[in-house]
């Protein structure tokens, strides 16, 4: 069964400047999609990026990037010029594009990162 | 404006009680899902549904009851067997075949047991 981990129960950041959250899987297929999700306090889930194994360039969008490092099952975010509307609970979740008795479509979550964002 | 409407958003319960909480989508997706969030847990799975009529138990399904008569609509049920209901519940949706991967989400339901 895949497993997601995100080691850092919480993080700050000093607004304008930039942030890595850390976030490992463990899966033993070569395709599937990583996602990060920001979760604020509204709760409202809120897609950040995602990524497809299968491309190698890291995907980014505006002043978020990931570090997506297959062989070490590795999928950072990295966000720059940090906002205090960024701070949140960030989430990084992973899907299988096979379908084990229906599975398919399905995302597994790590437990979250808290981030802060400092004035 | 198409999206995910969960209601209500606020709950309260009595021990002992059968409670439903509703989640319809308007986005034609076929899939949709119930998870479960408590703090410091993540997201957990209860129950998703891929097609109408048919729906698959998640890692945590103990205690709670789903349908799927419309593609529109998949209501969670937490009936008494379930131990511990206090927790905030989302539910998504998201296309299949050819989809990718991107889950919606609604704003969350936040039950609480007296």
């Known amino acids: 069964a895949q497993t997601v981990t995100q080691s850092q129960p919480e993080m700050s950041v000093q607004e304008a400047e930039t942030v890595t959250l850390s976030c490992t899987y463990d899966t033993s297929e070569s395709d599937y999609y990583l996602f990060w999700y920001k979760q604020p306090p509204s709760r409202q889930m809120i897609l950040v990026i995602r990524?497809?194994?299968?491309?190698?360039q890291n995907a980014t969008e505006n002043r978020f990037s990931v570090n997506f490092q297959k062989a070490a099952k590795s999928f950072s975010l990295k966000i720059s010029d940090s906002q205090l509307g960024d701070a949140a609970m960030y989430f990084c979740a992973y899907r299988s594009v096979m379908n084990y008795g229906g599975s398919q479509g399905n995302l597994i979550f790590g437990k979250g990162t808290k981030l802060s964002v400092k004035p | 404006d198409g999206g995910i409407t969960q209601s209500p958003k606020y709950l309260f319960r009595k021990e002992g009680q059968n409670v439903t909480l509703s989640c319809e989508q308007n986005?034609?997706?076929?899939?949709m899902y119930w998870y479960r969030q408590d703090p410091g847990q993540g997201l957990r799975l209860i129950y998703y549904?891929?097609?109408?009529?048919?729906?698959q138990k998640g890692d945590i399904a103990e205690g709670y009851s789903v349908s799927r008569e419309k593609k529109e609509s998949f209501p969670l049920t937490v009936t008494s067997a379930q131990k511990n209901p206090t927790a905030f519940y989302l539910c998504a949706s998201s296309l299949l075949a050819g989809a990718n991967g991107e889950l919606f989400f609604g704003e969350g339901s936040r039950l609480t047991v007296l």
């Open positions: 990524q497809e194994a299968y491309k190698q």
């Open positions: 986005l034609n997706h076929d899939a």
């Open positions: 549904s891929q097609i109408v009529n048919d729906f």
